[in-house]
């Protein structure tokens, strides 16, 4: 990529200072037992432990080769006001916004999105920097499949009634965080998620359906988890 585009284009690391001064440390015992640090790491494994929809996708990213560890490839900082949290694909690391998650079902729905960016980083090699259809697609995958675009959080953001309003959600949330990461016109980021949108709207790899609730998510790890029985039956 041309060096004054590279200069130019930040790819949202703007969004989280601590990651973009290099400074994504662990800090101190203290620090970590007395502030949100202490909070979000607590979450984090709650919600690894508990999760339907993040239990499936460590499960599906281990079968595929990319087991996830939580102190390896989880982060809690301090990120800017607007984000909640990002996945750095230089690093196959997720960062949580530990100022910014204060409750645990905000926490599942955020490490289920970024688990699904990691998961489409693993099987399908997406080129995160310099193909945009690609960004483009696992955002819209990641709007689908992690219960951003549930009917209860839909209704608790006063957006219902709406005809194929799950599709419009999907679409409006990908848009913004596409628009979030990259300096492009809003023009251009709907035409690139229109090209896309069919196809990866239609993709619910790991979960073969939208678990469009935490029922439907439970059923969807049930079936993951009895693949292999079912398989050795036919």
């Known amino acids: 990529m041309d060096q004054t585009k590279q200069q130019e284009e930040d790819y949202g690391y703007n969004l989280f200072p601590e990651r973009n001064s290099g400074k994504f440390q662990k800090g101190s015992i203290a620090e970590s037992l007395f502030t949100f640090n202490h909070k979000c790491q607590v979450m984090l494994q709650f919600a690894m432990e508990t999760s339907p929809y993040a239990k499936l996708l460590l499960g599906a990213m281990k079968s595929s080769g990319c087991a996830v560890y939580k102190d390896r490839h989880f982060s809690c900082e301090d990120c800017d006001g607007t984000v909640s949290g990002g996945f750095d694909a230089t690093s196959s690391q997720i960062v949580l916004c530990q100022n910014n998650i204060h409750q645990q ?80 016109s809003r023009e251009e980021a709907e035409k690139v998620v229109d090209e896309v949108f069919d196809t990866c709207f239609n993709d619910h790899a790991p979960f073969g359906r939208i678990p469009h609730d935490k029922k439907d998510a439970k059923f969807a790890y049930r079936d993951f988890e009895n693949r292999d029985r079912y398989y050795a039956n036919l």
């Open 105 to 184: 079902s905000h926490m599942n729905r955020v490490v289920t999105h970024e688990l699904i960016h990691a998961f489409d980083h693993c099987r399908a090699h997406v080129d995160w920097f310099n193909n945009f259809k690609h960004l483009a697609c696992s955002e819209i995958r990641a709007a689908n499949l992690s219960g951003d675009c549930s009917f209860h959080n839909e209704v608790s953001r006063f957006n219902f009634g709406l005809k194929k309003h799950h599709q419009e959600c999907v679409r409006g949330r990908a848009l913004r965080s596409i628009l979030a990461v990259r300096k492009v």
